[in-house]
Every structure is written in structure tokens, then in C-alpha cells.
């Protein structure tokens, strides 16, 4: 399994980088938004930070639009996965592209058919949102269980990308779910290194360390 980060914040990603865990980074519309940066320059510093795909999303709502936005927004860098949300005139667009080489991913997935069609179409990466659903009184973990399980039935390539991740929680259930992917928000990333135990443990070792001469 591999983790991605979830934000356009630089700092975040940065010293989530320096961690060594981190394997790619997933960004939005909204998300850029909150930075107040130009899309394009934000995703091209994400890029010199962190080695990995890097998820920039398209905002254009009808088939030819998506097309000609995606190989824009492919052709900033090699790294840049496209985002294309699930629409049919969205399906239509990803088949193309993904005939074309450029990776997708399959962004606002809530069931497991939309992540089956996203995969039909050639998508790279399907993103069940699994927070968003938990909001709405569904249980988000399923989606990504069956999206995981009905691709490894029918050999289909596309990867299943857990995102609106909200907690530790929701890292350790997409993992034994089978998900290749999950992407989180930089604060579910460093609650997950921090256990009290750890911290008692620490502070317990270095008081004993104390009482004898440093190595
Ligand atoms: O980037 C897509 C997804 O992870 C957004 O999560 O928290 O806005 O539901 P959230």
C-alpha cells in the first residue's frame, strides 16, 4: 500500500516528504483554493518535493473541454496525474486520455459501479470519497472494499485510491480493505507516527539515560 498526501499546502508537504513515507501527493480545486496560489506554479513545486504522481484536477464539464484541459494539464510535468471527475461526458473523456497514455484519476466516486466504470473507461486511480459518504450516513470503507474486490475478480489494472480520509482510523480499514492508495490531509499523516505509549516510553528511556555516562 502506498500513502499520498492530501493537501496543496507546501509546508505540509514538505515535512510530511521528509518522513520518507509519503509516495505522492492528491490535490483539488478547493484545496488550491485555500492557498491562494496559481495551480500550475503550486503543482510544479509539489513536483521538486515529492518524486510520485501528483493529482492536479480538471474543473471543464463536457467531454471535448475535459480532453483539451487534461493534455494541458498533463503536459506540466511528467508526474501530474489528471483528476477528471465521474460524469458521463467525464467517462467519455477518460477513455481517450487513457488511450492517449495520460493517467487518470477518477475523482467524487461514492459506489462501486462508478469506480467499476471509471475502470472500464482506462482510469488509473478510482478515489471513493470515503469520508464524505460516512457524512451522509453510508459507510464510505465499503466502496472501497467492493471497488478493491470487483477488480481483483476481473483483473482490471486501475488502482483503488481511498481518499476524504478523516482519521488514523480510516488508514488502517482502507489498508486491510486492499486499497493501493489512500490519501490523507497531513494531520491524520502525524497523528498516525504519535502513541502516547511512545511518549512515555521516550521520556522514560532518556530519564534512565540519564543516570549512566552517554555511549
Ligand atoms: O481530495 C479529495 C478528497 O480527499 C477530499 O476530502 O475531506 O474534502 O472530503 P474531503
Same mark, same amino acid.
Given at each position: 500500500?502506498?500513502?499520498? %498526501? ?6 505540509? $508537504? +514538505? &515535512?510530511?516528504? #521528509?518522513? *520518507?513515507?509519503?509516495?505522492?501527493? !492528491? ?58 471527475? %465521474? ?6 473523456? $477518460? +477513455? &481517450?486520455?487513457? #488511450?492517449? *497514455?495520460?493517467?487518470?484519476?477518477? !475523482? ?108
Amino acid at each position: 500500500m502506498r500513502l499520498f %498526501l492530501d493537501t496543496a499546502n507546501i509546508d505540509e $508537504i +514538505r &515535512r510530511a516528504a #521528509a518522513m *520518507g513515507v509519503i509516495s505522492g501527493v !492528491t490535490t483539488n480545486p478547493t484545496l488550491v483554493a485555500r492557498e491562494g496560489v496559481d495551480y500550475r506554479a503550486r503543482v510544479l513545486e509539489i513536483c521538486d518535493v515529492v518524486d510520485g504522481p501528483i493529482s492536479a484536477e480538471c474543473i471543464s464539464t463536457e467531454a471535448d473541454d475535459i480532453v483539451a484541459e487534461a493534455r494541458r494539464v498533463a503536459a506540466w510535468h511528467p508526474n501530474v496525474v489528471v483528476k477528471v471527475p %465521474l460524469t458521463e461526458p467525464g467517462l467519455a473523456a $477518460i +477513455r &481517450r486520455l487513457s #488511450a492517449e *497514455g495520460i493517467r487518470i484519476n477518477t !475523482t467524487l466516486i461514492f459506489s462501486a459501479n462508478q469506480a467499476l466504470l471509471a475502470a472500464l473507461a482506462g482510469a488509473a486511480y478510482v478515489s471513493p470519497f470515503v469520508g464524505r459518504l460516512d457524512d451522509a450516513g453510508e459507510d464510505g470503507m465499503t466502496v472501497v472494499s467492493e471497488a478493491v474486490r470487483i477488480f481483483e475478480l476481473f483483473h482490471l489494472p486501475t488502482q483503488v485510491l481511498a481518499a476524504s480520509i478523516r482519521s488514523p482510523r480510516h488508514v488502517t480499514q482502507a489498508a486491510l480493505a486492499g486499497a493501493h492508495v489512500a490519501t490523507l490531509p497531513a494531520s491524520v499523516l502525524f497523528q498516525m507516527v504519535r502513541h502516547s505509549l511512545t511518549d512515555a516510553g521516550i521520556a522514560r528511556f532518556l530519564a534512565d539515560a540519564a543516570t549512566y555516562s552517554p555511549v
